[in-house]
Structures are given as C-alpha cells and as structure tokens.
C-alpha cells in the first residue's frame, strides 16, 4: 500500500538530461574536444618516448622524490619492464593518460572547493550532501548521462571518473585547512598577513600532508574506474579486462589486472612520498 503518491525524481532527472542535451549541445562538443585533445595530446606525449627511456625517466622520478629511495626506483623500473613484456605498453598509456587526466581535473576543481569549503560553513555543509551522493550512488549510474551526452570513447569515461574520484579532494582539502593549529593563524593574523597570504604561506603548508592523502586518494579511485569506464568506450586497460571478462579469456583479463595493479602501487609510492612527513 503506497501511503503517498510517487515523486517522479527518475522522470525529472531525465528532463533535466534530455533539456541540457538539447540547448547546452555547443558547449557539450566545446567539453568534449577539449577533454578529448587533453587526452589525446598527453598519450602521444607519453608514447613519443620508447618505453626505455620512460621507464628510466619514470624510475629516476621516483628515486629522487622518494629521497634516493633505490628500492622504490628499481620496482618502479621493473614494474614497468612486465608491463612492456607483456606487450600491453600502448594500452598501459592510454589508461595512465586517462587516470592523469581525470586526477589533474578532478584537483583543480576538488581543492579550490575545499579550500572554499574550509573557509564557510555555510557552503561546507550545503556541498557535503552533494559530496555523499557523488562517493554512495553506483558508479554504473554516472556512465548513463556521460553515455548520453558525449557519446563513446575516453571523454564519457573521464567525465564519470571525474565525479567518481574528486570527493575525496574537497573533503580532505577541507579537513587539511580546517585542521591547522589555530595559534598558526592568530600568528600570522598578528604580523599583518592577508587572507591570501596567510592561506598560501599557512594554510596551505601545514595542512598539506592532509591534502595530499586527498590527491593519493583521487589517483586511486580514478584507477578503479578504468574498467567500469571501459564500459562506454574508454581505451586501455580497462578494456582488455572487459574484453577478457566478454570472452572468458582468464589470461587476458589476468594480465590486464596486474597492469592495472602495477600502474596502481607505482603511483601510490610515488605520491605517498611527495607528501611531507
């Protein structure tokens, strides 16, 4: 027995889809080939290096950020050598392309929110239901609008692993500033700081390594969605996982996951030890 008459939410939720589709479709294809070319531009960045320069480039990153740390530099190369050795380093790019583009955008749009965030309750708590939908609704439920308004390929999956991953950004972008001992700030409020100052020289500092379990956090959550975005046309790993998951092809998907896994744990280390101690 219905005690109430049912609100229409799904009904609404597709006007709302179809009204964007119909006025906003200039600004839609402006998105999609910006994305498109970002991504694009950074795989054929990546790709114009042969894999053993990359690879040394990329081990020689992680020695020297992880404070000649050789034991992170030598897995990093090994790593990376599988990856080639498995023949999946084209693939592997595409996806590495994708993830580092989502985390770059997810960041420029997630941190200067947390920090607005940090700075008003008022806005802090009317994103924060915005927030939990973003992190508790089906990843699978993303993929229907970005279907519908950019078509298949890369740009679809990235905009859904863009509203996937970037929670974790303005929260603990927010948590970071918020945390930060409030005699740090009556300090600089008595040397005449102003409130950029005292948020770039302050703030921002001490409330980094908060900050930086965000960004870390990001990375990994835009890795977890290469294969649902795969779905939708989105190239690389995730793709040869579905692929073999469509074929029953153990070994294909198999291999695709320990690509995944290795891309994974590399950029994991290598952003836990950018992030000050």
């Known amino acids: 027995m219905v005690i109430l008459p049912k609100i229409p939410i799904g009904e609404y939720v597709e006007l709302a889809v179809f009204w964007i589709e119909l006025h906003l479709g200039w600004l839609l294809d402006f998105i999609s080939d ?46 990376l050598l599988i ?55 089906p990843s699978f439920v993303y993929l229907i609008p970005a279907l519908i308004f950019f078509g298949l390929g890369n740009v679809p999956g990235m905009i859904a692993t863009l509203v996937f991953a970037m929670p974790p950004a303005i929260r603990l972008t927010n948590l970071g500033i918020r945390q930060v001992p409030p005699e740090l700030k009556e300090v600089a409020d008595a040397f005449g700081s102003t409130p950029w100052q005292k948020l770039t020289k302050v703030e921002l500092p001490a409330g980094l390594p908060t900050i930086m379990a965000g960004i870390n956090q990001c990375i990994m959550l835009s890795l977890s969605m290469v294969v649902i975005a795969a779905m939708i046309g989105a190239h690389g790993l995730g793709y040869q996982v579905l692929l073999g998951i469509q074929r029953v092809d153990i070994g294909l998907g198999f291999e695709a996951g320990l690509g995944i896994v290795i891309i994974a744990i590399i950029l994991d280390r290598i952003t836990q030890n950018l992030s000050p101690k």
């Open 34 to 79: 910006f994305l498109d070319f970002m991504i694009t531009g950074l795989k054929d960045l990546l790709l114009f290096f042969p894999p053993i320069v990359f690879m040394i480039i990329l081990a020689a990153f992680a020695y020297f950020t992880g404070k000649r740390n050789l034991k992170l530099a030598v897995g990093t190369f090994l790593g």
């Open 83 to 137: 990856i080639d050795n498995l023949e999946l380093w084209e693939l592997s790019i595409e996806t590495l392309s994708l993830v580092i583009s989502s985390t770059f955008l997810a960041l420029i749009i997630g941190i200067p929110l947390g920090i607005i965030a940090a700075k008003s309750d008022l806005f802090y708590h009317a994103l924060k239901p915005i927030l939990d939908l973003m992190q508790t609704m």
